[in-house]
């Protein structure tokens, strides 16, 4: 019998409804690995009855940050990258909730203004959206830059943020 389209067979994996659209969420060892949107219509939410305890933790604060009783997440991450990219998702990180940083002034605080684009594509390849906030990194111009998830989604969590005014 082929499985549930909800149903994942790794039980690391388990989607959650956004006001942004579906998240796919994967855990391991009560670890945050991803977390990042899908479009693909033939997913569902997975039956919350379905999470460990973990799991449960992620969609409860994930569902306060889109109410707008969470300000900061104390989800265990495991980010797994080079040195300059586990640095980079820190400075992420370090962004204070309803705040923004441009790609430059990562750039500096690494030590080195000329490396702007490698921090770009490193906040790019961020595995854990949302949590680890690279929807607060804009361009040195103050606007909106690229969004694994869609501008469209970037503009909604920094104006849900008070970042942007509406």
């Known amino acids: 019998m082929a499985p549930d389209i909800n149903e994942s067979p790794d039980p690391g994996i388990f989607y959650v409804v956004s006001p942004l659209g579906l998240l796919k969420i994967i855990t391991r060892d009560d670890h945050l690995l991803n977390l990042s949107f899908t479009d693909d219509v033939h997913l569902k939410s997975t039956d919350k009855n379905k999470l460990n ?9 994930l ?12 989800i265990p991450l495991k980010l797994e990258g080079s040195q300059f990219e586990k640095d ?29 684009r490698a921090v770009g594509r490193t ?14 990194v804009i361009g040195s111009n103050g606007h909106m830059t690229g969004y694994a998830g869609g501008l469209w989604r970037k503009e909604w969590l920094l104006k849900h943020e008070g970042a942007l005014l509406l």
Request: glycine share 10%.
């Open 53 to 61: 305890c973990f799991q449960t933790d992620v969609d409860h604060q």
């Open 63 to 74: 569902t306060e940050y889109f109410q707008g009783n969470r300000f900061v997440f104390d």
């Open 88 to 116: 980079v998702w820190q400075q992420l990180l370090d962004i204070s909730y309803g705040q923004t940083i441009t790609y430059g002034t990562i750039a500096k605080y690494l030590g080195d203004r000329k490396k702007v």
């Open 123 to 136: 906040v790019g390849k961020n595995p854990v959206g949302i949590i680890v906030p690279c929807h607060r």
